[in-house]
């Protein structure tokens, strides 16, 4: 089986997790990369995304590199941006073509993720998804909530489930 890890990261915790995940994983990797020129501060970004969001416009991704038939399983990364999944990865799954895959997801947020696990769920199931494990991390500020273990545990189990897969 092949596997795509994606992930969509302004700040870094995601990106993190993403490569985590892939250590013991393994499979492709690939960034998700927005048109949207976000300010490099974090107050900025607030202000940008939320104008976004008032005004209902969900901001083009840069075209991926990868073919999406490739992968019988991926693994689908973002932070919450306003109590739900990033627009980057929002604007991923309009469009992505997910049937018959076998899909994971995981998030980071500031310790107020809402919606952002269901609405992946609701999202990846309407693109023909099969939503397997999901995984949500809680920061506050630059220090990380959920602990290493529980990391572990949540990336075993899902190497547990690949195996069953196979
Ligand atoms: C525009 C924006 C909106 C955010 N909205 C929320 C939110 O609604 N709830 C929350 O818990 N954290 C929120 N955060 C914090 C991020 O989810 C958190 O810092 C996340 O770990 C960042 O991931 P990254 O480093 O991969 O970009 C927001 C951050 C930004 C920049």
Redesign the pocket.
């Known amino acids: 089986m092949k596997t795509l890890i994606l992930y969509y990261?302004?700040?870094?915790?995601?990106?993190d997790l993403a490569a985590a995940i892939h250590k013991v994983i393994g499979g492709d990797m690939s960034e998700l990369k927005s048109q949207r020129k976000y300010s490099s501060s974090?107050g900025m970004?607030?202000l940008q995304?939320?104008l976004d969001k008032f005004r209902g416009r969900i901001p083009e991704t840069e075209p991926v590199s990868f073919n999406l038939n490739d992968y019988d399983v991926i693994f689908l990364g973002c932070?919450?941006?306003?109590?739900t999944m990033a627009p980057a990865m929002q604007q991923f799954l309009s469009h992505a073509d997910l049937k018959g895959k076998h899909v994971f997801t995981f998030s980071?947020?500031?310790?107020?993720?809402?919606k952002t696990l269901e609405d992946l769920r609701m999202a990846v199931e309407k693109r023909g998804g099969t939503m397997e494990e999901q995984l949500q991390v809680s920061?506050k500020k630059e220090n990380r909530m959920t602990t290493q273990r529980e990391i572990d545990q949540w990336i075993r189990k899902a190497a547990d489930r690949l195996e069953f897969l196979k």
Do not use: L, M, N
């Not at 990261?9 to 990106?15: D, L, V």
């Open positions: 990261s302004k700040s870094g915790h995601t990106r974090y970004t607030i995304a939320g932070p919450t941006w306003y109590f980071t947020s500031g310790g107020s993720p809402k920061y």
